[in-house]
């Protein structure tokens, strides 16, 4: 098994390297909100910040989740039920 070690990207903090030179990013949770953000605030399509972030759209929502935070579609007031 070959030898991990960490190194330092700017603005993504400690990079894991593993085997065959895959990387695994470590975002701080102030740099997972701005991301959300991006999504919400921004109306920036998941698919655009997942690519720009280099990551996939069910780590997005994982960090949502993690986070507390529900999209704007949740948030939005349900209609009325039916008597």
């Given at each position: 098994m070959a030898e991990r070690r960490h190194v330092v990207q700017?603005?993504?903090g400690?990079?894991?390297v593993g085997e065959l030179g895959?990387?695994?990013r470590r975002y701080t949770p102030e740099q997972k909100a701005?991301?959300?953000r991006e999504?919400?605030?921004d109306n920036k399509p998941v698919s655009e910040v997942c690519t720009a972030a280099e990551?996939?759209?069910s780590v997005f929502y994982k960090w949502e989740r993690d986070l507390g935070w529900r999209s704007a579609r949740e948030r939005a007031?349900?209609?009325p039920r039916p008597p």
């Amino acid at each position: 098994m070959a030898e991990r070690r960490h190194v330092v990207q700017p603005g993504l903090g400690p990079v894991d390297v593993g085997e065959l030179g895959q990387s695994r990013r470590r975002y701080t949770p102030e740099q997972k909100a701005a991301l959300l953000r991006e999504h919400l605030v921004d109306n920036k399509p998941v698919s655009e910040v997942c690519t720009a972030a280099e990551i996939q759209p069910s780590v997005f929502y994982k960090w949502e989740r993690d986070l507390g935070w529900r999209s704007a579609r949740e948030r939005a007031p349900s209609r009325p039920r039916p008597p």
